[in-house]
């Protein structure tokens, strides 16, 4: 199957990284094909960054038609432009958030969510409510560091989401630990060893159960709302982004 790979960001570096730990997860007979919006922010730390992102995600879907992917994963833990996405395609879409939350709600009562900006902790907090998770998410934590300092993934990194994990872990009396962004997705093996819980990475997490749908034959429905977008005129510089009048 050929999964497209969104990082809604437009940091090349971290486009190869996801797609590296993509690759690494996914089954053999799966391609992995990586992309990023022609145009927007190097990483998304807030509302209005991820205005353009979602944008970017619409972009990217669009432009996919011309070959049809058999899933689509968009690997931005604000699930930015996920419905629009939707009705862009038949083919399955899973934002890394939703996917890690229903994982997470499988392996423990109760998850806490480590992510990069607490500004954006906001962000992870409406996902939970609007995938109506609530119940399971007991805590999300922000451990200022930037999206873009992940790349370097050395000790300090780890070391402080480490730590955050922890006090997430007894102050909320969860029993695991989603990870609040794209890029810990190269961090995920060690914190599993060193945390001794499940460590969710919604990136891996998205393309198993991207594959899992594909192989069943299930794709976004096109019946009601996520049905194709109407035929209309875009101006500017997303006059190519329109959509035609069905021939
Ligand atoms: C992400 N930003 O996964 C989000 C994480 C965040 O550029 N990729 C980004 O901080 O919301």
Known sequence: MKLLLINPNTSAPMTAAIAKGAQAVASSNTEIIATQPSFGPLSIEGHYDEAFAA????????????WGPDAVVLACFGDPGLEAA???????????????????????????????????????????????????CRGVHGTDIA????????EEIIGQIEHAARE???????????????????L???LTQRLGVPVID???????????????????SKHGDYATPLPKVYTGWAAPLGWPKAR
């Open 147 to 154: 999206v873009l300092d992940l790349e370097d993934g050395g």
């Open 55 to 66: 944008a970017g995600v619409a972009e990217q879907v669009k432009l996919a038609a011309s």
């Open 86 to 136: 939707r009705e862009a395609t038949s083919a399955p879409v899973l934002g890394i958030a939703e996917a890690a939350f229903h994982a997470a709600s499988m392996l423990a009562t109760g998850f806490s969510v480590v992510t990069t900006m607490t500004r954006t902790c906001i962000i992870a907090e409406r996902l939970v409510q609007r995938y109506g998770f609530e119940h399971q």
């Open 188 to 190: 995920c093996h060690t």
């Open 202 to 220: 919604g990136v891996a997490v998205a393309v198993k159960f991207a594959e899992a749908l594909s192989a069943l034959g299930l794709g976004t």
């Open 168 to 186: 997430a872990l007894s102050r909320d009396r969860s029993g695991a630990i989603v990870l609040g962004c794209a890029g810990m997705t190269t």
